[in-house]
C-alpha cells in the first residue's frame, strides 16, 4: 500500500470512530460535572458562588 493511501484511510477511520467513542467520554464528564457537583455546591455555598466556582472549574 502506497502512504497517501494508508494516510487517507487512517483519517477516515479517525473521523468515523474518534467521534462517537470521545463523546461518550465527553457526555459522562459534562454529566458528572453539571449533574452531580453543581448541584452540591448550589447547595453548599449559595446559588451565585456554586456557578461561579463551577465555572472556574
Not at 487517507?8 to 459534562?30: K, R
Amino acid at each position: 500500500m502506497s502512504p497517501a493511501t494508508v494516510l487517507i484511510a487512517q483519517i477516515v477511520l479517525a473521523l468515523t470512530l474518534a467521534v462517537p467513542i470521545n463523546s461518550v467520554f465527553a457526555f459522562g464528564e459534562e454529566f458528572g460535572w453539571r449533574g452531580y457537583l453543581l448541584p452540591r455546591l448550589m447547595t453548599l455555598l449559595g446559588p451565585w458562588p456554586g456557578l461561579v466556582l463551577h465555572g472556574a472549574i
